[in-house]
């Protein structure tokens, strides 16, 4: 097939993957085992302070991309040229082969384990049913697991607020960021920017412990979404548009002035864009209010999922495919035909 069916059968394939397969288990998530990767290296740091820890930094992500970058690639490779042309055949004039078509298979796998498009109904529907009973201790609990505040003893608004709140945030880190670097580098671009948000969130923090040791994938990952987080709010007003959401008009504008008001220079852009959609504001207590409306109700959170959905679906088909026709598949055809000459052209 031509490369941009070959892109758009990629697309498809990821999208019904990750709607109804989801993620693989913990115990046999590669990011589980790039969790335990970076942690062994971790616990083998003594001086946490010199430069040399901070040079550890950017050899952990290093190791981590070269790794599961360079088996990730090495499987598509080994199935793109060990398949070959077995089972030629048309359809509907379109010659495509049996090795072809696994080739997508796996790419799109792959492709779909850099992102979560769907997962966030999984987290937030639990916690939805828990404030709709009134067991309000259970849905603190629960959402404890999505956020690092304190959530024990948290009135309802302010739980459906962190429920938005990182619903909206990982627009950016769980969506709308692989999906770019997908559509420039392939699948190699896809993991090089999940492989430095992973580091981020393990080692990205301004403790003792880890602020030297987390600065380069700290900066990275900024630098990594910087593009991404900027164009969300476009799709979050286009999403809203279509989901007949009166604040659509304002998610651009918001975003632009508000944007700010979060620790982490990418965050803001999509808080503020789908608070603003949504008509509701978004508050941390004793860190930032963004937005003008009431805090959300229970029925805001499905709400907010359905439009973060929305989103990523606009964003996986108007940005994420047209580059990966033009760009990314070619991009990852050839880092696979360097690999390939590596193991001899077998």
């Excluded at 550890?56 to 690639?73: K, P, S």
């Excluded at 969506?175 to 896809?190: D, E, N, Q």
């Excluded at 990952?221 to 604040?247: E, H, T, Y």
Aim: glycine fraction near 8%; include cysteine.
């Amino acid at each position: 097939m031509e490369i941009w069916m070959d892109a758009l059968v990629i697309v498809i394939l990821t999208f019904l993957i990750d709607r109804y397969l989801g993620d693989p288990s913990n115990t046999y998530h590669p990011l589980r085992w790039m969790g335990n990767f970076l942690d062994a290296i971790d616990r083998r740091i003594i001086d946490r302070k010199s430069w040399k820890t901070a040079v550890m930094g950017f050899v952990g992500y290093a190791a981590v991309l070269i790794v599961f970058g360079g088996i990730a690639m090495l499987i598509t490779t080994l199935v793109r040229f060990g398949l070959g042309d077995i089972g030629t055949f048309s359809v509907a004039g379109v010659d495509c082969s049996v090795g072809e078509i696994v080739w997508l298979f796996v790419t799109a796998y792959l492709f779909k384990i850099c992102y979560a498009l769907f997962a966030f109904r999984k987290f937030c529907k639990p916690i939805e049913e828990d404030l709709v009973n009134g067991d309000l201790e259970a849905a603190a609990d629960k959402t404890q697991m999505m956020v690092n505040r304190k959530m024990k003893g948290m009135d309802l608004p302010h739980i459906t607020s962190s429920c938005c709140e990182t619903i909206s945030e990982n627009l950016v880190d769980s969506v709308v960021s692989p999906l770019f670097y997908f559509g420039l580098f392939g699948l190699p671009g896809a993991i090089m920017f999940r492989c430095a948000n992973l580091m981020d969130a393990m080692w990205g923090h301004k403790d003792e412990r880890r602020f030297v040791l987390g600065h380069f994938p700290a900066i990275w990952d900024d630098v990594l979404g910087f593009v991404p987080s900027r164009i969300s709010p476009v799709f979050v007003a286009f999403a809203g548009r279509l989901m007949r959401i009166k604040g659509y008009r304002s998610a651009i504008k918001a975003s632009i002035k508000e944007h700010r008001k979060t620790p982490s220079p990418n965050s803001g852009w999509p808080m503020t864009a789908v608070a603003a959609a949504m008509g509701n504001s978004f508050e941390k207590e004793g860190v930032y209010v963004m937005g003008e409306g009431p805090l959300p109700e229970i029925s805001d959170i499905p709400k907010c999922y359905h439009l973060v959905e929305l989103t990523s679906i606009l964003f996986l088909m108007v940005v994420c495919f047209p580059l990966a026709a033009v760009i990314g598949l070619n991009v990852q055809m050839c880092f696979e035909e360097f690999i390939h000459g590596i193991l001899g052209g077998f």
